[in-house]
């Protein structure tokens, strides 16, 4: 298998050349410049064909030239990261509301303002209630991996819906890693051409999108895409398997668990801090602490079911958030919690703000986190629910 060293944007791009993508319609803006200015580049050198670069005005515009293109049958691409993404915001109600499987790459970089080009996940995460499946990649493997898969998921006639791959600013988007990248025969196996679920282009069949919903048919519609979502997960799981089943990377599961067989503590979250909780996890191991990682790979959907079966044999979980809803608290623990709530599994929970607008969380940090965790299930109690772990004294 191919293997190129490359930074996250790159590993993003060689994917959507990798998956014979025919419309790409973006507006650059760090730190996601560096992924159209690839694909430019791909086709300014004539190394892909078919593939039609839009130049527009705005990050609005770029989704609205994405759900033509989209409703005509073109596999679709854009990327885009923070202001950029807002900007976009109701464009993505119509992507998803039109059943469109437009793949888009949010780079994730910190609201302002203040003004901020680094990471965290406030952007991505704020877009959770227009219907587009999310998915957080650990590692510049999991952004190009990320990427092949979203497009088969997405295509996938009981979804038809978009996909975000997220990935960190500047911790993937420009450090560069690794990347094993198969053979286009294989990945033309994997991922054949796509089948549109309708055509704007079909003549003989006119029909119209995003006409008028009248309240006798628009609740119908919003419950096909929560179905739709529903659906998402088997596709997930299938199509996760099959990548590893292919490619040596398996992607079956929504929450990859890391030693957590016999954990008593369990620490959740997204994206690239993972990787350093699973370096302070062996550590902690070493010195005895029965500790294991829960990475959530797939937002949205929410892995519910997987959540439950984790959480029902351990004791307690740190759920670190590299975001804040405001007003009330870190947007995966707000997730986890609402799951577990009418179930049986009641590990206790605390909330760890971490790593906002880019600030390191360590493996230090994590063993402080550690040790905070053993002392409150010892007690039986939480010292408090959320706790703002970097904040300046």
């Known amino acids: 298998m ?3 060293v490359v930074s996250g944007n790159y590993a993003a791009a060689y994917a959507v050349k990798h998956a014979r993508v025919e419309v790409v319609a973006a507006y650059p803006i760090t730190p996601q410049t560096s992924i159209i200015e690839k694909i430019a580049e791909f086709i300014a050198n004539g190394e892909v064909e078919n593939l039609q670069y839009v130049p527009v005005e705005s990050e609005h515009s770029a989704m609205a030239a994405c759900i033509g293109a989209s409703a005509t049958g073109a596999r679709t691409f854009t990327a885009t990261s923070a202001q950029g993404l807002a900007l976009m915001h109701e464009m993505l109600h119509w992507a998803a509301g039109a059943r469109l499987p437009i793949v888009m790459v949010d780079v ?11 990471d965290d996940q406030t952007d991505s995460l704020s877009q959770r209630d227009t219907g587009w499946l999310q998915f957080y990649a650990e590692n510049n493997q999991e952004v190009y991996d990320g990427v092949l898969m979203a497009f088969k998921i997405a295509e996938h ?14 911790i993937l988007s420009h450090t560069y890693d690794v990347v094993d990248m198969p053979e286009q025969e294989e990945i033309d196996e994997f991922l054949p051409p796509r089948k549109p679920l309708y055509t704007l282009t079909d003549f003989e069949n006119p029909f119209s999108v995003g006409a008028l919903g009248t309240p006798a048919d628009y ?23 099959e990548y590893g ?14 030693r957590t067989d016999d954990a008593e503590i369990v620490f959740m979250g997204m994206g690239s801090l993972m990787g ?5 996890v062996d550590i902690l191991r070493s010195e005895g602490y029965k500790v294991g990682a829960a990475k959530v790979r797939w937002f949205r959907p929410f892995p519910r079911e997987e959540l439950y079966e984790l959480a029902k044999n351990v004791e307690g979980i740190a759920v670190l958030d590299r975001n804040f809803s405001f007003g009330q608290e870190g947007i995966l623990f707000n997730e986890a919690k609402g799951v577990l709530y009418n179930t049986d599994a009641r590990p206790i929970m605390k909330n760890y703000i971490v790593g906002l607008g880019g600030r390191d969380l360590t493996v230090n940090d994590v063993k402080a986190i550690a040790k905070n965790m ?17 904040l300046k004294r």
């Open 157 to 170: 006639e009981k979804v038809n819906l978009p996909v975000m791959i997220v990935e960190s600013a500047f």
């Open 245 to 258: 089943e292919r490619f040596g990377r398996d992607y079956s599961q929504m929450i990859e668990l890391y």
């Open 276 to 280: 350093t909780v699973k370096e302070a």
């Open 108 to 118: 994730n970089r910190a609201m302002a303002p203040p003004w901020s080009v680094w």
């Open 219 to 241: 609740y119908e519609f919003r419950y096909k895409i929560a179905k739709a979502m529903e659906e998402a997960k088997k596709v997930i799981k299938e199509v996760g398997k």
């Open 2 to 4: 191919p293997k190129k």
């Open 374 to 390: 053993k002392e409150i299930i010892e007690k039986g109690k939480l010292d408090r629910e959320i706790e703002w772990y970097h």
